[in-house]
């Protein structure tokens, strides 16, 4: 399995990561073993990059994936989240980046993990309330104390990146990034390569639209969250619909699936980019990590950015409550 280097403070992961957030919630068809069996194919070949949160499930990710790992632990580089608080029914609560549930929020997901540190801990959403120094501070101390190796944020804007940067080194910043969500060149990719931050696309295919796997919404289980989605909606979906089939026809002329073919773009950005595309199935994830062998020359890279520049989705890639929580900004610490 290739590496990658994630920041300059020595994280080093597979070229690729597994995201494990629909093992547990919002797509449909939860399977625990077949979920602990995709864990264990990825760490077979060589994808030991694990993503997480406390707040998948809610909780029960960081169990799964604990439980998972409790016999290889030294073989894999374990990312989790804070900042998405939920309550025990599910209920979502706010985000919260106080230096107290900085740190307690810390001590839980160790315990559910089973794990003494972990590896890269990440802000999920920057509280809009708190000043991202006092934030990045308590999770500078957890670094000290010997429980995170390495800080991330996620969905955090250029501003907060360089303020949050000055007070701890951070190593990778993970945001949404794909070939129908291609904002962060805008702003974000600069920032973060300006201060050798690495970069973790998620959801690199666009949850699941871009595999060709959805030709209609009835393709989706009722109980989808996917179904909220603007992208998967009407004449949204209708729309998105007709780049993926460009997608599918580029990749067939290369010999690979769509969804292949749109991982390798997303490698092709640079070296210092790691997707982490989530499966709760052996069968995708063998395929993802096929990727890895789909070689795009300086045509094929020229001939996908024709059918998918940016801004080439229909519709927002949250529902208009939920987009307010991305790119967020902080008071300033004088304030």
Avoid at 276 to 288: A, C, D, S, V, W
Wanted: with cysteine.
């Amino acid at each position: 399995m290739q590496q990658r280097t994630l920041g300059t403070q020595g994280l080093s992961v597979s070229a690729l990561g597994l995201g494990c957030m629909g093992m547990s919630e919002f797509y449909a068809g939860r399977d625990d073993v077949e979920s602990v069996a995709t864990i264990y194919r990825a760490i077979d070949l060589g994808v030991t990059f694990l993503d997480t949160a406390d707040m998948y499930g809610p909780f029960v990710n960081e169990e799964l994936v604990g439980r998972a790992i409790a016999t290889c632990r030294g073989e894999v580089v374990l990312a989790t989240k804070f900042g998405n608080m939920r309550g025990a029914d599910g209920a979502f609560l706010g985000v919260n980046g106080t230096p107290e549930y900085v740190r307690r929020s810390c001590d839980a997901s160790l315990q559910r993990l089973g794990v003494s540190h972990i590896d890269l801990y990440y802000q999920h959403r920057v509280d809009p309330k708190v000043p991202i120094e006092d934030t990045i501070g308590a999770m500078a101390e957890l670094v000290t104390a010997g429980k995170v190796r390495y800080l991330g944020m996620s969905e955090a804007a250029p501003e907060t990146i360089r303020r949050a940067h000055a007070v701890h080194p951070i190593s990778a910043l993970q945001t949404e990034y794909s070939l129908w969500t291609r904002d962060p060149e805008d702003e974000i990719l600069p920032v973060c390569r300006e201060l050798g931050i690495g970069f973790v696309p998620y959801s690199p295919l666009g949850r699941g639209f871009l595999t060709g796997a959805f030709r209609t919404i009835d393709d989706l289980p009722a109980d989808d969250y996917r179904r909220n989605s603007p992208r998967f909606q009407g004449e949204n979906f209708a729309k998105n619909l007709e780049v993926v089939r460009t997608v599918e026809a580029l990749a067939a002329a290369k010999g690979c699936t769509a969804s292949q073919l749109a991982l390798a773009w997303l490698l092709a950005q640079g070296g210092d980019l790691v997707p982490i595309p989530g499966t709760k199935h052996r069968t995708y994830l063998e395929q993802n990590v096929g990727a890895l062998d789909v070689r795009l020359s300086a045509a094929d890279l020229a001939r996908i950015d024709a059918v998918a520049p940016k801004g080439v989705a229909a519709g927002n890639r949250y529902p208009e409550r939920t987009m307010a929580s991305v790119n967020g900004v902080t008071p300033s610490k004088a304030g």
